[in-house]
């Protein structure tokens, strides 16, 4: 039977919801599952973790060097609990991205990246050539399986459950070369752009930074997170963590409104398991208008401010 550990993601001492992502997969595979989080302090973040349906038991590694999440220092950590599990599995995202790498190289294993879909305890389906082919992959049976998992590719488990909480203390030589200067958050009070239900996107339709004001101000109207497309990152208008793309957050929000976006597939690669996809956009041959499910055929900047009315 599978015994699967979950690292844990957390944010400021809180548990982030890609975590849940996280356990879905690991449902799917079967067997027990345990989370380990990883705190300056206990509290929140594991006690969060324990309600999340399937999972047997969280694992509370708290210390001062967890204060400030870095994979340099969680990785030996996550590698002194691997000991008994058959699979270390932790969200695909930009943390779970820089950790999982360094628990495969400290287990001497390989990594399966990417996980999108569950066929059995070590074979699954994952994006290769940049998202444009999927390859069904199957990891011999005699090794601990490390992996990262597609947050966009599993849905959110419930939280009616209410696991074991254990203090748990690791030995490993945490190294000291590298240290947090500072963590920033982007996006202000809006939802998470890779967890949000709702996601409106500008492109480079939007013209410039100062024009991305039309943009806020609408995902601010419905309560929605806040994307780019890579043009619009790198003609500076917003910071790149708001690309969505091949190169930049996979996501697959409820609803996501593309706005002047043409519909490159690299930008396509990023909203494949979106629900209902809204084109807003000049050109009424614009490939966006291929995968939308409503479009509208206008100039962004008398149509956004309309629909905002309206809503
Ligand atoms: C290896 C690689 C990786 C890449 N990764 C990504 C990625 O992760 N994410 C990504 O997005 N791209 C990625 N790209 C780039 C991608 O190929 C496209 O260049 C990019 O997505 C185009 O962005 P855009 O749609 O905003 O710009 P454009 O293609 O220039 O489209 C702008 C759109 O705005 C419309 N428009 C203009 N004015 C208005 C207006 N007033 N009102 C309404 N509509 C208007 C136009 O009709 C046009 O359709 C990648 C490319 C490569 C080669």
């Known amino acids: 039977m599978a015994k699967i550990l979950i690292v844990a993601e957390t944010l400021g001492g809180e548990l982030h919801p890609t975590t849940g992502k996280a356990v879905a997969c690991a449902a799917q595979i079967g067997g027990e599952i345990d989370i380990a989080v990883f705190t300056e302090a206990k509290g929140a973040a594991a006690d969060a973790a324990a309600k999340l349906d399937g999972v047997s038991k969280v694992l509370q590694v708290s210390n001062a060097e967890n204060g400030a999440i870095r994979a340099a220092t969680l990785a030996p950590q996550v590698g002194?609990?691997?000991?008994?599990?058959?699979?270390?599995?932790?969200?695909?995202?930009?943390?779970?991205?820089?950790?999982?790498?360094?628990?495969?190289?400290?287990?001497?294993?390989?990594?399966?990246?990417?996980?999108?879909?569950?066929?059995?305890?070590?074979?699954?389906?994952?994006?290769?050539?940049?998202?444009?082919?999927?390859?069904?992959?199957?990891?011999?049976?005699?090794?601990?399986?490390v992996g990262t998992v597609r947050t966009a590719s599993f849905g959110?488990?419930?939280?009616?459950?209410?696991a074991a909480v254990e203090d748990a203390s690791v030995s490993a030589d945490l190294p000291a070369?590298?240290?947090?200067?500072?963590?920033?958050?982007?996006?202000?009070?809006?939802p998470d752009l890779q967890t949000?239900?709702?996601?409106?996107?500008?492109?480079?339709?939007?013209?410039?930074a100062e024009n991305f004001s039309v943009i806020f101000?609408?995902?601010?109207?419905?309560?929605?997170?806040?994307?780019?497309?890579?043009?619009?990152?790198?003609?500076?208008?917003?910071?790149?963590?708001?690309q969505v793309?091949?190169?930049?957050?996979?996501?697959?929000?409820?609803?996501?409104?593309?706005v002047g976006i043409s519909g490159a597939i690299q930008h396509l690669a990023g909203i494949k398991d979106a629900g209902t996809i809204v084109a807003i956009n000049t050109d009424e041959n614009a490939?966006?208008?291929?995968?939308?499910?409503?479009?509208?055929v206008g100039d962004l900047f008398k149509v956004c401010p309309e629909l905002e009315a309206a809503l």
């Open 80 to 145: 002194a609990l691997a000991e008994g599990y058959t699979h270390i599995l932790a969200a695909n995202t930009t943390t779970g991205k820089d950790i999982m790498p360094r628990v495969a190289a400290l287990l001497g294993v390989p990594q399966v990246t990417d996980i999108m879909a569950v066929h059995g305890e070590r074979e699954f389906d994952r994006p290769i050539y940049a998202g444009n082919a999927v390859n069904r992959v199957k990891a011999p049976g005699d090794f601990t399986l």
């Open 156 to 162: 959110n488990v419930a939280e009616s459950n209410s």
């Open 177 to 190: 070369h590298t240290r947090l200067v500072g963590q920033e958050t982007g996006g202000g009070d809006r």
């Open 196 to 208: 949000a239900a709702k996601v409106v996107s500008g492109g480079r339709g939007v013209g410039s």
């Open 217 to 242: 101000s609408l995902a601010d109207k419905i309560g929605a997170g806040c994307g780019a497309s890579r043009a619009a990152v790198d003609s500076g208008f917003v910071p790149n963590d708001m």
């Open 245 to 258: 793309g091949q190169t930049g957050k996979i996501i697959a929000p409820d609803l996501y409104v593309a």
């Open 287 to 296: 490939p966006i208008f291929e995968v939308a499910d409503l479009g509208l």
